[in-house]
């Protein structure tokens, strides 16, 4: 795994905080961010978002909050995994 920092929030004081990496290997996009609270992930679980699919979290994902001013990094490292 060879993981390329993208960003950081930037209102991030010196403790963790939402961040952005893209892995140079596979092209993902490997995302820190908040733990959800319980009602988010009630809704989530109990929700069909696309016809077919089971609802809920599957074992091996997970959810996570990160704010809208990290939009740009975000695309950033939409346009970095892009890139060969």
């Known amino acids: 795994m060879a993981l390329q920092f993208t960003g ?3 209102n991030t004081e ?3 905080s939402p961040t952005v990496w ?3 290997e596979t092209r993902e996009i490997v995302i820190q961010g908040w733990r ?3 009602a988010l992930l009630t809704e989530i ?3 069909e978002w696309a016809a077919g ?3 809920g979290i599957p074992d091996p994902e997970a959810v996570v909050r990160i704010p ?3 939009i740009p990094i975000l695309r950033k490292a939409c346009d970095d995994a892009e890139r060969e």
């Open 8 to 10: 950081i929030d930037p």
């Open 14 to 16: 010196h403790e963790g």
């Open 53 to 55: 699919h089971a609802k």
């Open 68 to 70: 809208a001013r990290m």
């Open 22 to 24: 893209v892995d140079d």
């Open 45 to 47: 679980s109990e929700t």
């Open 36 to 38: 959800p609270d319980a």
